[in-house]
């Protein structure tokens, strides 16, 4: 801190200002005085010199008076002894040319000492006008009680004024010594005053910083220590207060985040201030949307218009939103700051899965009956074509022997499917985990698709991790997911199409993401892709097709390495699989 804006500056300017005015006026009044007593002494002495020396000429001769009346003089003063109206005496130390007869009988005030025989006391300027003054006294000597004469003692005023220097070389010396006592003296008692001050401005600062433990030494028992009490006690409630503040926020963002429902508060001017995991992954995916627009909101605007009817309306507002496939419930409440609105709070729950769950239970029969009726009419088809010997020759008994057998080893492993899937949603998935080099796993992998993809003329291109990375999974159920999701996108990116497969690796765990250029999942098949049964496309083949039961397991094992599988799609762009594993895995 600069010095001039301290408060010890501040402090000791308004001393000195003070103590130099108060100076000021006092030397001034002094000088005053002190100018006033002196001309009214010197007026008083020449006086009584002057009517001495007009006793002495009325008693003695001219000759003897003059000498023992230049004897009563001075240095500084002079005098003229006026016998008659031409002849005058003039004391040795005083010039002729300064007094002459004229100057004193001209003067009207000293000329009355001879006309009204009175003394007379006049200052005037010298006869060369040097700017300089004299104070003449005259006083009548007196014959028979008349002015037979007069003596005349002058003095200069410069005098006076050396006198007056003096007094006030005196006062200022005496000025300065005090402003110097008293600087002294205000630097003493402002240190005083200031250090438990300073001390509290540090502690002050600490307190900013977070430090809520200072204390600030007790040096006193005045005021100031008075103070630093005070501040000791604000700084143990302040640290109090703040450690249930934190505590209270601690719990309330425990409670956030462990709601099922996001939950997204507003201020009043519509910014976000607080999200938790569920309403961050709203927002995700509703970026991810809006992916190719570019955007100034920082939320959907059905949200943002729902806000504003709250806030507008202060009555709670609900709708539905319906973003990649899922279905969003919105409910926005105005928040109260006593009487006024301060803002809003949306809660947003997840509905895709009671969606799901309803659609699931109608077409899940549906899809059961679907997948079993095909194989069975054809078994009983050509079971029946055999036993009425429609076929004529053994090639076409083989031909149809072979139909029914493929079509009951499609249902065979349509059952098996089944089976698996009903025994890992069960809970009954038991993983053989080893250590698995995973590039090498990945090859392995990959290898089984180039032969597929060269004749749909997709590329095929992966990007691995270095060698001597090691992960422990079970390596045939994870081949039976990637191979399950790369057979996919390979058979659904048309000719020239890319499908890129890349793994990489942190102290997290297993990321692999398959992505591809095909012909993407539509918004409304997209939260059912890993459900049993269901094919996002309802026009494909037999042959093309599965039993729909692929990626509901590959979901399963997934989960059951203690991972995540998700999906990201837009209906004519492509596909992105993503997969995570994780390293503090434990798998039983």
Same mark, same amino acid.
């Given at each position: ?20 005015i108060v100076l000021f006026i006092l030397t001034v009044m002094l000088l005053e005085y002190f100018q006033q007593y002196h001309s009214d002494q010197t007026k008083k002495g020449l006086s009584n010199t002057a009517g001495k020396i007009a006793k002495i000429m009325e008693q003695y001769d001219s000759e003897v008076g003059v000498e023992i009346a ?32 004229? &100057? ?102 600490? =307190? ?36 249930? =503040?934190?505590? /209270? ?39 991810? @949307? ?5 955007? *100034? ?26 973003? #990649?496939?899922? &279905? ?21 729950? *997840? ?30 088809? &050509? ?8 076929? #004529?020759? /053994?090639? #076409? ?7 029914? &057998? *493929?079509?009951? =080893? ?14 890992? @949603? ?8 080893? /250590? ?20 749909? @003329?997709?590329? =095929? ?17 994870? /081949? ?35 992505? *591809? ?72």
């Amino acid at each position: 801190m600069m010095f001039w804006r301290s408060v010890v500056f501040k402090l000791w300017f308004t001393f000195l200002l003070l103590i130099s005015i108060v100076l000021f006026i006092l030397t001034v009044m002094l000088l005053e005085y002190f100018q006033q007593y002196h001309s009214d002494q010197t007026k008083k002495g020449l006086s009584n010199t002057a009517g001495k020396i007009a006793k002495i000429m009325e008693q003695y001769d001219s000759e003897v008076g003059v000498e023992i009346a230049w004897n009563l003089l001075d240095q500084s003063t002079g005098a003229a002894i006026l016998k008659t109206s031409k002849e005058m005496v003039v004391s040795p130390n005083s010039s002729s040319k300064m007094i002459s007869t004229d &100057y004193l009988l001209k003067n009207k005030k000293l000329s009355e000492v001879l006309t009204e025989s009175k003394p007379k006391i006049v200052t005037t300027d010298t006869p060369n006008h040097n700017k300089d003054q004299l104070v003449i006294v005259g006083v009548p000597i007196l014959k028979n009680g008349k002015a037979a004469g007069a003596v005349f003692i002058y003095q200069s005023i410069e005098v006076l004024n050396e006198t007056k220097k003096s007094t006030t070389k005196f006062i200022v010396l005496a000025a300065v010594v005090a402003v110097i006592l008293t600087t002294i003296f205000a630097f003493f008692l402002l240190t005083r005053i200031t250090a438990p001050l300073r001390k509290m401005r540090e502690a002050a600062f600490e =307190l900013a910083r977070g430090n809520f433990d200072t204390k600030v030494p007790i040096m006193t028992q005045d005021e100031i220590g008075e103070l630093s009490i005070a501040f000791n006690e604000m700084a143990k409630r302040l640290n109090f207060n703040i450690n249930a =503040l934190s505590e /209270e926020k601690e719990q309330l963002g425990n409670i956030l985040s462990g709601m099922a429902d996001g939950v997204i508060t507003f201020n009043k001017n519509g910014s976000l201030i607080i999200t938790n995991p569920p309403a961050e992954k709203f927002l995700q995916h509703w970026h991810y @949307e809006q992916a190719r627009i570019q955007m *100034d909101e920082q939320v959907p605007r059905q949200v943002k218009d729902l806000f504003h009817l709250a806030v507008t309306t202060g009555e709670e507002q609900l709708d539905e939103i319906k973003m #990649e496939g899922r &279905y969003w419930v919105i409910i926005v409440s105005p928040l109260y700051n006593k009487e006024r609105i301060r803002g809003a709070i949306a809660v947003i729950r *997840d509905m895709t899965e009671e969606r799901q769950l309803d659609k699931l239970r109608i077409d899940f029969i549906a899809n059961v009956s679907h997948e079993l009726r095909t194989p069975i009419s054809m078994l009983q088809g &050509y079971s029946e074509a055999i036993v009425d010997d429609i076929a #004529e020759s /053994e090639e #076409e008994k083989k031909e149809m022997a072979q139909i029914i &057998y *493929d079509e009951s =080893l499609r249902m065979g492993r349509l059952v098996n499917e089944l089976l698996d899937l009903a025994r890992m @949603e069960a809970g009954h998935l038991e993983l053989l985990t080893e /250590e698995v080099e995973l590039r090498s796993f990945l090859q392995k992998v990959a290898r089984k698709f180039y032969a597929l993809a060269r004749e749909k @003329e997709v590329n =095929l291109d992966v990007h691995s991790i270095e060698s001597d990375q090691y992960y422990q999974m079970d390596p045939d159920r994870m /081949e039976q997911v990637l191979t399950n999701i790369i057979d996919n996108c390979i058979r659904h990116t048309p000719a020239k199409g890319d499908v890129h497969i890349t793994c990489k690796t942190d102290e997290n765990g297993v990321y692999w993401q398959i992505k *591809d250029t095909g012909v993407g999942i539509s918004e409304e098949d997209l939260p059912f892709i890993f459900e049993r049964f269901y094919k996002a496309d309802k026009a494909r083949t037999r042959g093309n097709s599965g039993t729909g039961l692929g990626l509901a397991i590959a979901k399963n094992i997934v989960e059951a390495h203690k991972g995540q599988i998700s999906v990201h799609s837009k209906y004519g762009q492509g596909t992105t699989f993503f997969i995570y594993l994780p390293r503090n895995g434990e798998y039983n």
